[in-house]
């Protein structure tokens, strides 16, 4: 029966290739995985180098052109009736807590910023992903918003004067600014956007066995502590050095939720303060 269950091949899984070099990202996929021993063995891929919207039409289509069976990215109607939602919002729901990355000449223009009227009344420009969620939250805020399909194209944009902010989720700005060497590039203290945009796991409409296994895991990872130790392992530095709790937040709405998670993006934000205040506790 040993020799049986050794020849047995481990399961291949395909991560998009952002979220394969994020080791955040990275070890909360394979501790969902961890937590599942019954689904049997497993190893981690790294996909094609695509963007955002070649990866989730990719996974909704299941055209198996390219490998790829795990996506993580922020949620949307629309993304929640094509594809296999896993609905734990995979950072506490910090994605959805923005910081701008700017010229270290810009940092004045935001000083006196404090709320949505000033944000607009500015002449700022946020730059952003043409197929995140986030561009469409801006501008349905009034904000005005420069796009690209390239993620790293975005930080040459920046350099390039074509926008003023390339707004990042506090859970990623520094890790761009270490792997895309923009130590050039400084993070603005004074701002935090706030909006509901939990970001979940995703998979092929048709892989319900990944989902399954993938939301079991975290699930068992939330019962047993190890989320919350997870959380606390990757994202209690940024949200200490980003001193969150002494940014002016800008609340924005976010029209393009499902009920499931508006409620749950509701939660983060209501939540905010005690949120912080977890992630920079003594552990």
Same mark, same amino acid.
Request: glycine share 4%.
């Given at each position: ?40 063995? @497993?190893?981690?891929?790294?996909s ?13 289509t299941?055209?198996?052109?390219l490998p ?6 922020? /949620? /949307?109607?629309?993304?929640e ?12 729901g ?29 002449d ?8 995140w ?11 005005p918003v ?6 790293e ?38 701002l ?8 979940y ?31 606390? /392992? ?21 029209p @393009? ?14 939540n ?7 992630? /920079?506790a003594?552990?």
């Open positions: 029966m040993a020799n049986a269950q050794a020849d047995v091949e481990p399961r291949h899984y395909t991560l998009w290739y952002r979220n394969y070099d994020n080791p955040a990202t990275y070890a909360l996929v394979e501790l969902a995985l961890q937590k599942t021993p019954e689904y049997g063995e @497993f190893a981690i891929h790294r094609q180098e695509i963007t955002q919207g070649r990866a989730l039409r990719e996974l909704a299941n055209s198996r052109s790829l069976d795990i996506a993580n990215v922020a /949620t /949307t109607v629309e993304r009736t094509a594809l296999n939602t896993v609905p734990v919002p995979v950072d506490g910090l994605l959805g807590l923005r910081v701008c990355l700017v010229l270290p000449e810009n940092v004045d223009r935001f000083s006196e910023i404090d709320n949505i009227r000033d944000l607009r009344a500015s700022i420009r946020i730059g952003q992903g043409a197929h969620p986030d561009s469409s939250i801006l501008k349905a805020n009034g904000v420069i796009t690209h399909t390239r993620y194209i975005l930080f040459r944009m920046l350099r390039n004067h074509r926008f003023d902010c390339f707004a990042r989720g506090v859970s990623e700005v520094l890790y761009d600014q270490r792997v895309q060497n923009a130590e050039d590039l400084v993070i603005e203290p004074h935090l956007l706030a909006y509901p945009m939990p970001s796991l995703f998979t092929s409409p048709e892989d319900h066995a990944t989902a399954q296994r993938l939301q079991l895991g975290l699930e068992r990872a939330i019962e047993d502590g190890s989320f919350g130790n997870y959380l606390r /392992t990757w994202y209690s530095r940024p949200v200490a050095e980003l001193q969150l709790n002494k940014r002016a937040i800008i609340r924005l709405s976010n @393009f939720l499902s009920e499931e998670s508006r409620n749950i993006g509701r939660h983060v934000l209501k905010l303060d005690r949120r912080i205040d977890l992630l /920079t003594p552990h």
